[in-house]
T-cell receptor, first 110, second 113 residues
Framework: QQQVKQSPQSLIVQKGGISIINCAYE??????FPWYQQFPGKGPALLIA?????SEKKEGRFTISFNKSAKQFSLHIMDSQPGDSATYFC?????????FGSGTKLNVKP | NAGVTQTPKFRVLKTGQSMTLLCAQD?????MYWYRQDPGMGLRLIHY???????AKGEVPDGYNVSRLKKQNFLLGLESAAPSQTSVYFC????????????FGPGTRLTVL
């Protein structure tokens, strides 16, 4: 079964809106939670990441919220732009062994 | 500095044929990974290596073998390709340590007929 569950599968947001992608996990041994951005025909690239001892991390328009007790974490993209249109993957790692969510295809309408 | 490179970019195989995918990195990274990406399933770890001469199984290792004879190279082999191995394969590398960035290659699109 999938170790990391991601939703929604696809998301349409108007320019300037907030995009929210959610992930959940069960294994409490996970020690690192990165998010990746992937454009068509390219490999994934690290967007932002968080450690389990931190509840929130913000980098520019991108914020991760982490709820350890609920075993959930989410990516918020503020002021979404058409250039943010891509597929986003959450991941969780356990001693450098990575498990990915199924991906969310984000389309930001101009 | 080329980062992570993968060879070939595309390949079509017939069922039962064998092939090797090559991953090379010039960042002196200790850890290297092979993933496959299928629609609706994200990336799944096939095998990984924490150093030259070492390999370990990931989530979906069956039907694949790997070797890491040199620190900069990580080879993924398919001994007898099956249509279920049609996928996009990504290699990645990172430095040792829990919180360091994983860098991905551009991918290899493999089709098995």
């Amino acid at each position: 079964q999938q170790q990391v569950k991601q939703s929604p599968q696809s998301l349409i947001v108007q320019k300037g809106g907030i995009s929210i992608i959610n992930c959940a996990y069960e294994n409490t041994a996970f020690d690192y939670f990165p998010w990746y951005q992937q454009f068509p025909g390219k490999g994934p690239a690290l967007l932002i990441a968080i450690r389990p001892d931190v509840s929130e991390k913000k980098e520019g328009r991108f914020t991760i919220s982490f709820n350890k007790s609920a075993k959930q974490f989410s990516l918020h993209i503020m002021d979404s732009q058409p250039g943010d249109s891509a597929t986003y993957f959450c991941a969780a790692s356990m001693r450098n062994k990575f498990y990915f969510g199924s991906g969310t295809k984000l389309n930001v309408k101009p | 500095n080329a980062g992570v490179t993968q060879t070939p970019k595309f390949r079509v195989l017939k069922t039962g044929q064998s092939m090797t995918l090559l991953c090379a990195q010039d960042m002196n990274h200790e850890y290297m990974y092979w993933y496959r990406q299928d629609p609706g399933m994200g990336l799944r770890l096939i095998h990984y290596s924490v150093g030259e001469g070492t390999t370990a199984k990931g989530e979906v290792p069956d039907g694949y073998n790997v070797s890491r004879l040199k620190k900069q190279n990580f080879l993924l082999g398919l001994e007898s390709a099956a249509p279920s191995q049609t996928s996009v394969y990504f290699c990645a590398s990172k430095v040792a340590g829990l919180y360091n960035e994983q860098f991905f290659g551009p991918g290899t699109r493999l089709t098995v007929l």
